[in-house]
């Protein structure tokens, strides 16, 4: 029997008009099409160019990712455990690209404005406001990574074998 785990008929990671896998970042990417259809948006019209977009999608993926590894432990081993179950697990791929896109839709409707950007001084005073409790991603997708599990700090029992990091993924 195929250890390869199967979503949909499809070999996890995959990709789709949706979501595209980055296998050199071991990352996924929301493509300008997802966007378009799940945002009712033209996102190469709000960025100005194919190209910004694309970039924007591959930084939105980057800072999802971070911020997942940064949030649940800083042991490498546990990281890369994570990594591998976000590659492997078709749910939590469903989980990704939704985060992904409440982060696209909070981005359009701050007119392109991420967060992480901001200089988050206060004019009037001339004072800069107490990052540590600001997230660098949008509050919409924190709450959905919390809600099925992505996010967490308690045990963890979720172990991959040295064999089978980024093996095929």
Not at 34 to 56: G, K, T, W
Not at 73 to 79: E, S, V
Not at 115 to 134: A, F, R, Y
Request: proline share 3%.
């Amino acid at each position: 029997m195929s250890d390869k785990i199967y979503y949909d008929n499809q070999i996890v990671p995959f990709d789709d008009i949706y979501m595209t896998y980055d296998r050199t970042a071991h990352r996924y990417t929301l493509t300008i099409d997802a966007v378009d259809n799940e945002l009712d948006a033209d996102f190469i019209a709000y960025a100005r160019s194919q190209e910004n977009a694309e970039a924007l999608l591959r930084e939105i993926s980057s800072d999802m990712y971070k911020f997942i590894y940064k949030y649940n432990r800083r042991d490498i081993n546990k990281q890369k455990a994570d990594e591998h179950k976000l590659a492997k697990n078709g749910d939590l791929r469903d989980i990704i690209r939704d985060s992904m896109l409440d982060m696209c839709r909070g981005l359009i409707r701050s007119g392109f404005l991420l967060q992480k950007d901001l200089s988050w001084v206060i004019p009037e005073t001339g004072t800069v406001m107490d990052l540590s409790n600001v997230p660098d991603i949008a509050p919409d997708a924190i709450d959905g990574l919390f809600a099925y599990g992505i996010l967490h700090k308690g045990p963890y029992s979720y172990k991959i074998e040295t064999d089978d990091y980024r093996a095929d993924y």
